[in-house]
Structure formats: C-alpha cells, structure tokens
Nanobody, 118 residues
Framework: QVQLVESGGGLVQPGGSLRLSCAAS????????MNWYRQAPGKQRELVAG???????NYADSVKGRFTISRDNAKNTVYLQMNSLKPEDTAVYYC????????????WGPGTLVTVSS
C-alpha cells in the first residue's frame, strides 16, 4: 500500500507561484505513474498533470506552459511547480499514484488547498 501526503498549498496573489510536493511511502515509487488532480468548488475533479516512471509528462490544456510536474525518486516525491497562477486555479489539489497498466493501485492523498486571490 502506498500512502501519499501533499504539502505546499496556501494563499497566493494572481500571477504568483507555488510549489506543491507529494511524499509517498513504500518502495515502488520509481515505477508509479504519479498525477496531480484538482477539484474546485462545485466542479468535478480534473487531471492537471501526470508523470510516468519513465519521466513522460502530460498536462491539461489549461495549465500548459504555466505548471511543471517533476519527480525525485530518491526522495519518493513528486512536485508541481505552478507559475502565473490565476484565480481559476483555486482548488484542492490531490496527489494520485497508480501502477501502470493495472488497476492494482489507485492511491490518493488528502489534498492541499490552493487559493489564488488578491
């Protein structure tokens, strides 16, 4: 079982930056597909960015060019660098881990709140 804990959320002004971190337990982190999702009030949870064990990345169109996902396998941690933040980026951000090509694992962190407001 993999446990996930996010950190780094908070209040930031429009145009500002934040870096989210997600620390994972266990010994299989390097093979996991790691994803960041977000859920804004009254909206469905949506995929923001993902990174595979082979470091392939993908992004939602709404964050391309502003957000960067990365991972440090030595620290069992995945990051989401968020730049040029907009009020519409306000949401609870969730870390997610999956074992590729199987449904064996679909782990979620408790989430961290990001509020973009002046």
């Amino acid at each position: 079982q993999v446990q996930l804990v996010e950190s780094g959320g908070g209040l930031v002004q429009p145009g500002g930056s934040l870096r989210l971190s997600c620390a994972a337990s266990g010994s299989i982190f390097s093979i996991l597909d790691m994803n960041w999702y977000r859920q804004a009030p009254g909206k469905q949870r949506e995929l923001v960015a993902g990174i595979t064990g082979g470091y392939r990345t993908n992004y939602a169109d709404s964050v391309k060019g502003r957000f960067t996902i990365s991972r440090d396998n030595a620290k069992n941690t995945v990051y989401l660098q968020m730049n040029s933040l907009k009020p519409e980026d306000t949401a609870v951000y969730y870390c997610n881990a999956k074992i590729p090509y199987t449904s064996t694992l679909n782990a979620w962190g408790p989430g961290t709140l990001v509020t973009v407001s002046s």
